[in-house]
């Protein structure tokens, strides 16, 4: 690679932090930012590069998806996950499904498209997008057990797409799969996927406690061999690789090991990087005065998914299950489209089936506009449905207990809400259980280092290193020091 691309890199990189750091104010996703940069700088507005390799770009994505979905799983934690499994992991499998195959029908309706390529564009975009949710979601409080439900689902769902759209382009490519053969293949794929996962997960705990005393900087060394060994050994035996990775994160994010504060944050950099950088790619990848060509069928596609396909799979899945009419339809309109989406419709060209880029220039194009037009109004229908509650205050600075060896003690935030509290409190006056410390005390983005004289008022965080035993006494001992 020469000095010129590496300057061009660095600048791409480097404006689009700058670009980030102004868009935060419009509540603009990171995404949004990285597939602009990759317009701009690419073959149809500046020419600085030019790119149209969708197989490269295939084989990338699948890296950067591997990482992606091992920290989906990482962050998806047990007890937010048995309340609202069964919705979830059904809006996660069976819901793709009913997405795509409602959406196809309709769209083969009025397209003029044959089905099976109809249902190929659908199963495409019929993943919902976790980064995309969260990005917009982050300055938003919405009910646990909805918010709960969405991330799930929109963590989960990825790998169930990824084996639809594999499995609908080797019948289109005439691959002459038997009906029985196909099913056994795709229960395989799933379930070998599963069990891939957890054996890799299982290993990989037992082995990071056996070398708990090694220098730091080979954990994460390790974590990188660990989820593509994970990826590897499935995908050798045909099984899922995107299942395996996703089930390998959960396994091992809700498992003691050593050093899991550093791996977590580590996850959370991997999973951003490979979104960065593999959204800028696709932005290379897209070549604007094309998607004139897709502007009825985009929008189509984009409508009958929103507000047909989506809300059908949804409602079904969510049948006997508690949720109100209110959080069935802000779970159906919060199932944005993202980075998967986009990638699979990378896979048809790099078959030779999309030698014109038609349809991952409607994907493209169907995917802003969810981005764009549910991504802009999810708060405030949140707001309308009244599923939104006050934003929990996030702190500018924050501790991380890091430690390679086996502890029960963590570090965790209280925060005094100035709406429900009022008065003040000493620190030598909340009689907290013996050896729990208060750490840090932020106050309006201000460090204090506490001592015993420290007075806290309503509208402090506070750091807290206390043992699991005692958490929940704990923060009662420090909420009832005010009053009501």
Known sequence: MGQPILLIISVILLFMVFIARVSTRLNVPLIIIALAIGIIFGSDVTGIIYFDDALLTSSAANIALIFILFAGGYGTKTHNFRPVAKPAMLLATAGVFLTAIISAMIFYYFSGWTFINSFLLCAIISSTDAAAVFSILRTRSISKKVASVTEIESAANDPMAIILVSFIIKIAAGAGIQTSE?????????????????????????????????????????????????????????????????????????????????????????????????????????????????????????????????????????????????????????????????????????????????????????????????GTTIGKLADILKLSGKNRKKPAQTMELVTVHETDYELIQIFIDNDVYTGACRISEMELPAGVTITMVNRDNVIIAPRGSTVIFPGDILSVLVSQKDMEKTTLKILNCFSR
């Open 182 to 374: 196909s099913i056994l293949l795709f229960t395989w794929q799933l379930g070998g996927g599963v069990v891939f996962g957890i054996i890799s997960a299982k290993a990989a705990i037992w082995c990071f406690n056996k070398i708990r005393n090694i220098d730091i900087g080979y954990y994460y060394v390790f974590l990188i061999g660990v989820i593509l060994f994970s990826f590897g050994i499935a995908d050798l035996c045909r099984a899922s690789g995107m299942i395996s990775v996703f089930f390998t994160g959960y396994i091992m994010g809700n498992k003691k090991i050593p050093f899991k504060g550093g791996i977590s944050s580590f996850t959370e950099i991997l999973s951003f990087i490979a979104n960065v950088g593999l959204f800028i790619l696709l932005g290379l990848l897209v070549f604007p005065h094309q998607l004139s060509d897709v502007l009825i069928p985009g929008f189509l596609l984009f409508l009958i998914f929103t507000f047909f396909g989506r809300p059908a799979a949804v409602f079904i899945c969510t049948a006997f299950t508690g949720f109100s009419m209110k959080e069935k339809l802000f779970i159906s309109w919060s199932g944005l489209r993202g980075a998967v989406p986009i990638v699979l419709a990378t896979y048809p060209a790099a078959a030779g089936i999309d030698n014109g880029h038609q349809i991952f220039n409607i994907i493209f194009f169907a995917v802003t506009l969810s981005i764009i037009i549910q």
